[in-house]
């Protein structure tokens, strides 16, 4: 049973376009996270959100919106995808509280020719 | 400068050998202090965690943290092939919830 999961595992797509990555995690953690790792494996927290609500939203281009319908799902959605968007996106979930904690997802591995 | 360095590597070690893996970091607020294993095409997973200074044992993997050196370790022993993987060392500060990561250093464990 996976614990975190992302869809889809593989993206890509032209620039310009617009896309969206999905994630679920059922461990019944209260806290998810949108992180980035670039080519050289530098992982860089994106977004946070405590029950639905966004608590981090580091400085990431307004292309990029979060979206939390519940405590179990976190969405990403990239506008107008530009080539420095590749990357590998993770999806994590935690308790608030613990954030040291964390359980990554596989990653989606995005690609923007 | 980032606020944590870590040697990207690759460090390449023979089964058996005892590895030291670091981190140093520029931020004094942080106190609690994670070592993540990453396989090729996976996601990160968490080792140990740390809450401020001293020694933490759990198998083969010690993590240590010198908060006063702004330094931490990770050290395996008996060093096996399915060791090899980035490590990536994360802190965060008392209150926040959000992990700064460092760069990752990747380790080959060869038979």
Known sequence: ?113 | QKEVEQDPGPLSVPEGAIVSLNCTYSNSAFQYFMWYRQYSRKGPELLMYTYSSGNKEDGRFTAQVDKSSKYISLFIRDSQPSDSATYLCAMRTGTASKLTFGTGTRLQVTL
Not at chain 1, 26 to 31: E, F, M, Q, V, W
Not at chain 1, 46 to 68: A, D
């Open chain 1, 1 to 113: 049973d996976t614990a975190v999961s992302q869809t889809p595992k593989y993206l890509v797509t032209q620039m310009g376009n617009d896309k969206s990555i999905k994630c679920e995690q059922n461990l019944g953690h209260d806290t998810m996270y949108w992180y980035k790792q670039d080519s050289k494996k530098f992982l860089k927290i994106m977004f946070s959100y405590n029950n639905k609500e966004l608590i981090i939203n580091e400085t990431v281009p307004n292309r990029f919106s979060p979206k939390s319908p519940d405590k179990a799902h976190l969405n990403l959605h990239i506008n107008s995808l530009e080539l420095g968007d590749s990357a590998v996106y993770f999806c994590a979930s935690g308790r608030a509280g613990a954030a040291y904690e964390q359980y990554f997802g596989p990653g989606t591995r995005l690609t923007v020719t």
